[in-house]
């Protein structure tokens, strides 16, 4: 199943090869992989996602623990949480009818068109991957040029917090 | 205030982290810190052979005294040849701080002359690593690395400095740390009381119990905490490769080594066992056989200074994250505050059991090979004989291979950190550095590196090393030869088709070789000289003494467990199995 799994890491320059290492030599896959500074500039907040059974998942987890620049690690999953992803893409938009049915679509999708051209929409949509996924399905036909996603970033819901 | 150049300042916080002892080959990244060590007296320099050696050596020195060792290598192929030692520390956990020099900070990604990426190179093989870019940072680094590598599970720090930042001309305050905190690194120490209490009781309700420790047991210090508990449960023990001496060998209650070329008796136990007490082990391949037909009837209890390493074989149904030490100390202490008693019935019941296997198919209870006779010298009989000779107080180190597992099997620790071998990486190659890495630490003890004529080629060259730092190991050569180990796979796999496992006519005369070193040469090809020239060996205490014994080169390590079977499924002999 999927795995969204949330990494509290020292911003210091290696830190992310290490994380990225440690997937590679145990044979994990990684799906997606942001990362970022935080409020707190010394600190990255990266969020992974993979797929793995709970085994797999727990050992993941600890190796991402074990790693020396690694402060907090938490499988998302777990808990209750909300998953955002931002994709851009670009699409062909040449022909009226094209350009009002995508319209719409944006609109339905609650999307925004970001860059407009003659021949091009280019549309930002932020949402779970799901959603991402089912835009990407809905407009396929219209001849999609370009798709661009964040990858994943997560947080906890309720009082739970990932914090030093 | 005084100043000091990243050179100097990298000397002083090794002395201020009291190292002694530093293992090294210089080069053009790594000449400023040279100079700095030219210029004091306090940390000791061994020039090696080859930087690999180095980093065996210093993980030698380690093994046999507890402290970390250090090594100190130049850049590019300075580095990249340190890279088996890493890693042989690393998968036997071994706490050692590898310094680099590095191109400096100006040529670093311009492929400069000797360039390697060293942190890049290194990282799936170390614990941590740092590259220090400022002489401000030397010391503090310096800390850092040498209490990550000791602290937790211990393991290797690679510490890579690029020339500039020792640059003599560029000189800084030196103040080393009173204590290194971290707050992306604190690891546990004492384990859960209420997990300590569960592990407690279902000890001493057992009737079926087996000890299973492992080299955890050796590097956190706790055989006395480990012979206590067993000893007050009367519980049988069997150690791992890496946890040869953290139980007495010559213990009523050790059944042996388990694994692959464990004892009958040992893997039988842990066949049969209802609770299997795993402490400082990690159910490697080589100990577990197929894991879906491991040890059907146990409860697993299982302690481990590292969280990684339970339940990532085999599930616990007790895990404990903690030292050996310390969970052993309240295990002592909490089995004597409890109510119940174990049942010394069942647990007399299973001694019989387990006194017979012994009696039946145990390689302590009668010979299971057979006896040397005139030029045919079994290499078996060669340890017995290295056992007797030394008393069984020699510090022994081995390369990889057959003599490595005869060695484990017939040399009895009494002792830990008297076995000094290359368990998970399984290094040919690491036992006569690893052997002047013992004697440097203990100048007075018997230093032997058990080892093959395959082995032993694969870092001959520090023969040179042990003249110049006056090093008096000795060498116990088991020349059959062949990689006697590949042989027996093939003999045993490939219908006996011995594809580049001889050397036929090409091995050099080792007595001539040892002498073109300065050191001593003999060659032993009856068994009866066998006795005599060893004690003559050993008496040449001062001495480097090549010992090459000729040895059967039929012979195969049993007992031997099966592919894909349990651990109990093993063949005895060349015809016989379970």
New interface residues.
Partial sequence: MKRIISIL??NE??AL??VV?LFA?RGYNIDTLTVAPTDDDTLSRLTLTTQGDD?MA??IV??L??L????KVVDLTVGSYIERELMLVKIKATENDIRAELKSCVEIFRGHIVDVTPQTYTVQLAGDSEKLDAFIEAVRDMGIMEVVRSGVSGISRGDKFLR? | MELYSGGEILIRALKDAGIKNVWGYPGGAALHIYDALYRQEDVHHILVRHEQAAVHAADGYSRSTGEVGTALVTSGPGATNAITGIATAYMDSIPLVVISGQVPLTKIGQDAFQETDMVGVSRPIVKHSFLVTRAEDIAETIAKAYYIASTGRPGPVVVDIPKDVTDPSYKVPYSYPDQVKMRSYQPTDKGHRGQIKRAVKTLIQAKRPVIYAGGGVVLDNASEQLTALAQKLNFPVTNTLMGLGGYPGTDRQYLGMLGMHGTFEANTAMHHADVIFAIGARFDDRVTNDLDKFCPHATIIHVDVDPTSISKNIDAHIPIVGTCTSVLDEMNSLSEQMAIEPDAEAIAEWWVQLDQWRADKGIYTASRYEESSGNCIKPQDVIKMLYKITNGEAIITTDVGQHQMFAAQYYLFDKPRTWINSGGLGTMGFGLPAAMGCQLAFPDKAVACVTGEGSIQMNIQELSTCSQHNLPVKIINLNNAALGMVRQWQDMNYSSRYSESVYEDSLPDFVKLAEAYGHVGMKITHIDDLEEKMRECFAMKDRVVFMDIDVDRSEHVYPMQMPGGSMRDLWLNKTERT
């Fill in positions: 890491l020292e320059s290696g090869s290490r290492g030599q085994h727990e050992q600890k190796q623990h074990k020396i620049d690694t402060i030093v």
